[in-house]
């Protein structure tokens, strides 16, 4: 039994991997649409790479970014 143990908490990790699948196993749908709403109803955030002259020449649109 304790050779079985062992690898329970082996450096595969499987105790962990298992509790994982178990939360997995628990969410409900209720769980997915409240994190659906929490995810979309905050804006955007973009990440740009970019030159000042590129960001200058873009200006309009990226204000435009703001409002939506």
Do not use: C, W
């Not at 196993?25 to 973009?46: C, G, L, Q, R």
Request: proline content about 1%; aromatic content about 8%; charged content about 30%.
């Amino acid at each position: 039994m304790a050779a079985i143990e062992s690898g329970m908490d082996s450096k595969y990790k499987i105790n962990l991997k298992n509790k994982v699948y178990r939360e997995i196993d628990n969410v409900t749908k209720e769980d997915v649409i409240y994190f659906a709403k929490h995810v979309t109803s905050n804006n955007p955030v973009y990440s740009i790479t970019a030159t000042q002259d590129t960001l200058d020449a873009n200006k309009e649109f990226l204000d435009n970014l703001k409002n939506k």
